[in-house]
């Protein structure tokens, strides 16, 4: 039987460029988080970060600090990730790896890993059985646990078969205050189809404003093809809502996030603005991840997207159910992260290769904020895409040096 070796945990702290604005509060001097790493008996390693955001999870850094030490000292359920990896590598997952390697075409090959990739993530799903743990935990957990089986040779040949290794990611605007006619400059330059906009933080009319002249220079540089996410964290009421959506318009306006503090009236604002909606922080009061697969589920009108995050709901098998429960509605499945380490970032970026997700712009333009990282390689984003096989190829080149362990 396969048996873990070694249950190591770190912690970090990524510095921060300036202070990072999360609703109406303040973050200043460094992110915090812990990386966790696997590895087996027979060399086998696997790294997971679980870094819950202040003043947006409901678990602090202390909570996960203590869960993680009750489930590394907690024998009957690292027995189950042990008995996980005996089942995963019997003969049936090699032969099904083997059947893969011969299926011809290369598309088809894609698929045939996203199965096997899916039926992994439903066996992880079940060592969490009775165990309660926070949405970061377990991300951290499945994290490490997936790489460990599957960031190896057989990934990267599935990632050279894909006919454009390079995903798009939506170009992200942290401040209206800032240098707009610059920003607007990068977004041309590197050809970012999808931009995002955090609103809510300061007067209304002068967001409003600053909106008008994003467009403006969008469309003065034949760029109305450029969709605008907006983002207002849900600090509005309906009267301001409905202020700011008749004002700014839908022309380019792919989606406005959470609009108003009260789910209740989401359907108001949509019937009198026709801006569509996209849950963020409000996902888990419309939808149920329990009862996704019941067949009554009814559609909001206002809804276009759900951004996903998967330290906020869960985990990545969580991610994939809600990317199947999305595109049974037709609904846009966005994935996007927590303002996390370059870890998490390059995970997500692989899941969604992985889950064949190749034509909506990732939330991953947040490394900029930070003035140093966990991998020692800078994830690039060139001509608005990352390239998720370089990405695969850097994802283990931890950078020690902004680590310190914990001893638990």
């Not at 935990?137 to 990934?155: D, Q």
């Not at 400059?185 to 189809?193: A, D, G, P, R, T």
């Not at 995050?309 to 966005?334: E, M, Q, R, S």
């Amino acid at each position: 039987m396969k048996k873990i070796k070694l249950f190591n945990v770190y912690k970090f702290a990524l510095p921060l460029k300036n202070e990072l604005c999360i609703k109406n509060n303040k973050l200043y001097g460094s992110r915090e988080g812990l990386l966790i790493n696997i590895e087996t008996t027979d060399g086998l390693s696997g790294f997971g970060e679980i870094s819950p955001l202040p003043f947006f999870h409901r678990e602090s850094f202390n909570d996960v600090m203590l869960q993680v030490k009750e489930l590394k000292q907690n024998s009957f359920f690292l027995e189950k990730i042990e008995n996980l990896l005996e089942n995963t590598f019997s003969p049936p997952f090699i032969k099904s790896k083997n059947a893969m390697s011969k299926v011809i075409k290369k598309e088809s090959q894609r698929e045939f890993f996203k199965n096997i990739f899916t039926g992994f993530l439903n066996k992880l799903n079940n060592i969490f059985s009775g165990v309660n743990a926070y949405p970061s935990v377990r991300t951290g957990i499945e994290m490490a646990i997936i790489s460990l089986v599957f960031f190896n040779s057989e990934l990267e040949i599935i990632l050279e078969s894909m006919p454009e290794p390079n995903l798009p990611v939506c170009k992200f605007i942290n401040g209206l205050k800032n240098d707009l006619e610059e920003e607007i400059s990068e977004v041309i330059k590197n050809e970012f189809k999808t931009v995002k906009l955090k609103v809510g933080r300061g007067l209304a009319q002068e967001e409003i404003e600053s909106i008008k002249k994003i467009r403006k220079l969008l469309i003065n540089n034949h760029l109305e093809a450029i969709r605008l996410r907006i983002d207002a964290n849900g600090l509005w009421s309906l009267k301001e809502a409905i202020n700011f959506g008749e004002s700014i318009g839908v022309g380019q306006v792919e989606y406005i996030e959470d609009p108003l503090s009260k789910i209740s009236e989401y359907e108001q604002f949509f019937k009198k603005t026709q801006i569509p909606i996209a849950l963020d922080e409000k996902l888990l009061e419309v939808i149920d991840l329990n009862k996704i697969n019941e067949a009554d589920w009814e559609c909001p009108d206002y809804l276009k997207a759900i951004i996903i995050k998967p330290d906020h709901i869960g985990g990545f098998h969580k991610t994939a159910n809600l990317i199947n429960f999305a595109k049974k509605y037709d609904i846009t499945a966005v994935l996007s992260n927590s303002f996390n380490s370059s870890l998490l970032i390059s995970f997500i970026a692989l899941f969604a290769g992985i889950m064949n997700i190749d034509d909506v712009a990732l939330g991953l333009d947040t490394l900029k904020l930070f003035s140093g990282n966990l991998i020692t390689e800078d994830i690039k984003i060139l001509k608005g895409k990352i390239n998720i096989l370089e990405v695969f190829r850097n994802i283990k080149k931890i950078n020690y040096n902004l680590l310190s362990t914990v001893d638990f």
